[in-house]
């Protein structure tokens, strides 16, 4: 049984409850740790702090994290509240719906642009503003998709954006490595989220997924979120820049 009392964890991305940010944080809350939850603006609010209220000790925070100045003010309050911080994790992702599907070529410049700013640079701007609180060290982790490595149709702009999020794993681990700061990725399977929803064939794909993978299932947000309690705790204390998958196995297939 993995015991994070006394620690502190900051999440990104919780929108509603199919939100992954929502089933790790609910992991993360049954292992004791104190919990400050992220939510984009005021149109979120009153449903991600409904969740937050079924945990006790939690509190929200409002933070689009594409704005430096509102994850300025955001880590000044869990600095003054907290002090300290062990876990950040960072379940954040965006592209224009009309990105997601037609041809990869005609791909925009605004497109592309916004994809790389909410979905990466996010992580780099969150990661600057958590690494002075964790004076302890700790574990940062973020969640990528395989279509990072291999084409999934549709998938589009974000696929070049889960490439670049899985290098800048890579590069803050090395970067943040000295502080005894640990940073990761969780791969996850396709799971039907807020985001996925307006996902044209994501019923076909799950059906697909299920089919070909050893464990012949689709996964969920729980385990999703017990993966991310593992790196998030000492068990994974020489785990750093790595991709872990939570896909029912999907990833080793080659046919
Ligand atoms: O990372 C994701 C979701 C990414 C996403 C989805 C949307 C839809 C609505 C990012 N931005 C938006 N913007 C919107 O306006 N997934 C892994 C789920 C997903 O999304 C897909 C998939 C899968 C799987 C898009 C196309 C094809 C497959």
Redesign the pocket.
Known sequence: MINLAGKTAVVFGLANKRSIAWGIAQQLHRAGATLAICYQNERMKQEAQSLIDELPGASGFQCDVSSDAEIDSLFAALKEKYGKLEILVHAV?????SE?RGDFINTTREGFRTAMDVSVYSLIAVSRGAAPLMTDGGSIMTMS?Y?AEKV????NV?AIAKSGLECAVRYLAWNLGPKNIRVNAVSAG?IKTL??R??GD?TE?MRAHAERAPLHRNVDQLEVGGAALFLASDLASAITGEVLYVDSGYNVMGF
Do not use: T
């Open positions: 992702a965006f592209a224009p719906a997601l998709y279509a999934v149709p549709n998938y974000m396709p985001a996925a307006g996902v994501l794909m």
